[in-house]
């Protein structure tokens, strides 16, 4: 029988989620984390901070000092909603868009190199298992966080 943990291991090397540092756009390096949230910020038309945090399943603590970061960095803005003062809406940049749409664009060609090596059928059973795995694990009781 396959071991699945090792699978994922090694998944998670080649796609380089244990780097410190998952891009550099020019002089900028960016995070991981730092890369999720202004891919969702991106993506979302002005979020407010708790939605951005919540979808991708951290703390708000934690999330306002990735938030701060990225305003000392000058990519993100964070700007007080107009119909409540307590909720802070999130938006890129011209450089914190700039810096988003680099890595996306990045991710695409990496990715696109990577299903180069495979058929179409290959490519299809792929994206559609990733697409059961991420239905199965939004289902888990136990989400974001492994059983110890």
Do not use: W
């Not at 290959?122 to 492994?146: D, F, G, Y």
């Amino acid at each position: 029988m396959e071991n699945k943990r090792e699978l994922f291991q090694v998944l998670t090397r080649r796609f380089g989620l244990l780097n410190k540092n998952c891009c550099s756009v020019g002089t900028v390096d960016i995070s991981l984390v730092q890369s999720h949230i202004l891919y969702e910020i991106d993506k979302q038309i002005t979020p407010s901070m708790q939605q951005i945090a919540e979808t991708i399943a951290m703390d708000i603590t934690t999330f306002s000092r990735q938030i701060q970061t990225l305003i000392k960095m000058d990519l993100v803005k964070k700007t007080p909603s107009a119909a409540d003062k307590r909720v802070y809406l999130l938006s890129l940049t011209v450089q914190g868009k700039f810096v988003a749409t680099t890595i996306d664009v990045s991710m695409n060609e990496y990715l696109e190199e990577v299903f180069s090596h495979m058929n179409e059928f290959e490519k299809e059973t792929v994206i559609r298992s990733i697409k059961l795995l991420n239905q199965a694990m939004s289902k888990s009781s136990v989400c974001c966080t492994p059983l110890i």
